[in-house]
């Protein structure tokens, strides 16, 4: 390394700036030096505070040069007189640069500084102390200096540099002009070395130049010297590839693949990606560091399309930015950037990195996907919106309920125990009482068979026709999308906890954890012919190509964990069974024609169900104050009319008295399903999400 520090050196000195305008990215403080240089007021003692490398020494051998020079003191020192020339060559004996760092002893600084500073300069017209890190001064060695300080010779200027300011003592502080160094901006570095580059003949791709910059956390003279091993190393003409290998550091396409790959939510891709950089040999840490940067850039893109500054040195790629920040939604990166924090945190702490990482990227790639249903959930409920204003008079009693419900379904999340699951009990007791709408109910049952479906409740509901019939009706349609008619758990809720589950067993056996994600839960109900204290069975649904997933889940000891781990994290005991689903898709419908009659949803296998679940899920996030009824309503309908009952839900209508609130709500909702129904493009995204969706 001994050879780089020359090589620093060198370029150091050769492109060091001679003159105020020459310091870059300080020019708060070089105009203010100028002016009280031109109007004759200039300190005796100036602190130049801020990180290395950024022009600290530099602008104090210039403020040196500007009084000592020949036409001193003046803001533009020739360069060219002998004390202009002693001082950039560091021989002049009038200007004592001190390190701080190495002459910390109250000994040094008496015989070295305040000695000297009774003797009038030799030649030149000031003596000038520059003491670099003075910070690292000895308290002594401080206090000696005070005194000078306190009464500084007329002839006598100090000049304090340090990175660490808090430290150096109050009473020198109070003595002192302070000037606050920054760090230089990527781009302010990348065009200074671009500039480098240009006049040493060196063909460097910007790119290139910006992960210099990236590197060097604001420092111009580390950036030099970067630039320095860059081009010694990988040759005079560098791409940003050869020059991420040279520094070592993961170059940026990476990041974008990685994302990409989130995006196409490709889990075999994601860990083809890790095995590769691991294979690289790259640091982890930076690695899931530079995840983090990479959504951050891409956060800020997404909120701010013109934020260039904002994103610094990542300017450069900041096309590709935009191009990838539009395939997210800002909640979507969000949660992205919050897994990565913990994926951070794992990979940092764990015995094993490398599966820290995996499990990271795999839950990354998983996450997207779920994001996606909320942007579906948003189309419906717009479009549920529509329809509503078309209708206009229905609104406000609409709007009023809709606050109570969200407010059940809520706290139903939260706690079993709570109004939403009572509603499932009220709703068992009503969906069998006799429905105003029979012939919309024998049009549905020789429509299909084996789903009994939402779609009858609602008109069920309305005819009841109370308020809190109206509430726990808006209710239940979310609660029956859940199979059990326990007051204690219902799938939603165990789906609500289930990353909880994961998370622990993952945290306990990485491998089982990984396997556990791609589980989806498809069942929770207790067995038709359990006693009060029977088990709750959890199904886990795996794709069909899973079968090994299935087989470690079926191993005694992984099963027990799982099953303790969800009997402690639900609070009621549980037991676990495995299913793979032999269709293609993750989510199409099985026939259940055993249980059709008994449940409302046929096993939470249906899209509809799905959607109901996932909006409860998300929609406290992603979409506050959207809580109309209607929206919950028709979104759940919508889903069901259009996949099973394209044609019922008008009929519906029509049979729907409309005088009471009650009515009224019903009727948008049926409404909503009917206009659902005719959206091609809504019956689009239902389709297209037949498969995917997945639980978070
Ligand atoms: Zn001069």
Redesign the pocket.
């Known amino acids: 390394m001994e050879g780089w520090a020359l090589a620093y050196e060198v370029t150091a000195r050769k492109w060091r700036p001679q003159e105020f305008d020459g310091v870059i990215g300080q020019e708060h403080v070089t105009t203010t030096l100028k002016n009280a240089i031109q109007a004759g007021q200039i300190a005796h003692a100036y602190l130049f505070a801020g990180p290395r490398g950024v022009g600290k020494t530099t602008t104090a051998r210039i403020l040196a040069?500007a009084l000592?020079?020949?036409?001193?003191p003046?803001v533009t020192?020739?360069?060219?007189?002998?004390?202009?020339?002693e001082i950039s060559e560091g021989r002049s004996v009038d200007v004592l640069e001190i390190d701080g760092a190495s002459n910390n002893r109250v000994e040094q600084v008496r015989t070295h500084l305040l000695e000297s500073v009774k003797y009038t300069p030799s030649q030149g017209k000031h003596k000038i102390y520059i003491i670099d890190e003075v910070h690292m001064l000895t308290k002594e060695a401080f206090n000696a200096l005070l005194k000078t300080l306190e009464e500084p010779p007329a002839h006598v200027y100090f000049i304090f540099a340090t990175t660490d300011p808090r430290k150096v003592i109050p009473t020198v502080l109070s003595r002192c002009q302070r000037f606050d160094f920054r760090r230089i901006s990527g781009p302010t570095i990348v065009d200074h070395l671009a500039m480098i580059s240009e006049k040493s003949g060196y063909d460097v791709q910007r790119e290139a130049l910006a992960l210099i910059a990236r590197r060097v956390d604001g420092s111009m003279r580390d950036a030099e010297s970067l630039l320095d091993q860059v081009v010694a190393f990988g040759g005079e003409a560098l791409t940003a590839g050869e020059a991420a290998e040279v520094l070592g550091i993961v170059d940026q396409d990476v990041y974008f693949e990685l994302l990409d790959i989130v995006a196409e939510q490709d889990v075999p891709k994601g860990l083809e990606l890790v095995d590769r950089i691991f294979g690289q040999g790259h640091d982890l840490e930076e690695i899931v560091l530079g995840i983090l940067e990479h959504l951050r850039n891409l956060l800020v893109v997404k909120a701010a399309p013109e934020a260039e500054v904002l994103i610094g040195d990542a300017a450069l790629a900041l096309d590709r930015f935009r191009e990838q920040a539009g395939r997210f939604e800002t909640e979507d990166l969000l949660r992205l950037s919050q897994l990565a924090t913990q994926m951070e945190q794992s990979v940092k702490t764990s015995a094993l990195p490398r599966v820290q990482l995996e499990t990271g990227v795999v839950r990354m790639i998983r996450i997207a996907r779920s994001v996606q249903l909320t942007d579906v959930m948003a189309r419906l409920s717009e479009m549920a919106r529509r329809v509503e204003t078309e209708e206009g008079g229905a609104e406000e009693g609409g709007a009023g309920d809709g606050g109570e419900a969200s407010g059940t379904e809520v706290s139903g999340t939260e706690a079993p125990e709570t109004p939403s699951s009572q509603t499932v009990d009220s709703t068992a007791g009503t969906a069998p009482a006799p429905s105003p709408a029979p012939d919309a109910n024998a049009d549905q049952s020789s429509a299909t068979s084996t789903e009994p479906s939402t779609v009858t409740e609602l008109p069920a509901a309305s005819s009841e026709s109370s308020p809190e019939s109206t509430e726990s009706a808006a209710a239940s349609t979310e609660s029956s999308a859940a199979t059990p008619t326990s007051p204690k758990l219902d799938l939603r809720e165990a789906r609500n906890r289930w990353p909880a589950i994961v998370d622990e067993i993952t945290r306990q056996r990485n491998g089982l954890g990984i396997l556990l994600a791609e589980a989806v839960l498809s069942d929770c109900s207790l067995p038709d012919d359990a006693g009060p204290e029977a088990p709750f069975r959890l199904t886990l649904r795996f794709e069909s190509g899973h079968v090994f997933h299935m087989q470690q889940m079926e191993k005694r000891e992984n099963k027990s964990l799982i099953q303790s781990e969800s009997t402690r994290v639900l609070g009621i005991p549980v037991r676990i069974e495995c299913e793979i689903d032999e269709s293609a898709a993750a989510y199409v419908t099985k026939p259940k024609t055993d249980d059709a009659g008994a449940e409302m949803t046929g096993g939470g296998g249906s899209t509809a169900a799905e959607i109901t679940t996932q909006k409860t899920d998300d929609a406290a996030a992603s979409m506050s104050g959207d809580d109309d009824p209607a929206d919950d309503a028709g979104a759940d309908d919508a889903g069901a009319g259009l996949d099973e009952y394209p044609g019922s839900a008008e009929e519906i209508v029509s049979e729907t008295p409309d005088t009471t609130t009650a009515g009224k709500t019903g009727g948008q909702a049926a409404n909503t399903r009917a206009g659902a129904a005719k959206d091609p493009a809504v019956r689009k995204i239902v389709e297209a999400f037949d498969g995917q969706i997945v639980t978070d």
């Open positions: 040069k000592n020079c020949v036409d001193g003046t020192p020739c360069n060219v007189c002998t004390f202009c020339r």
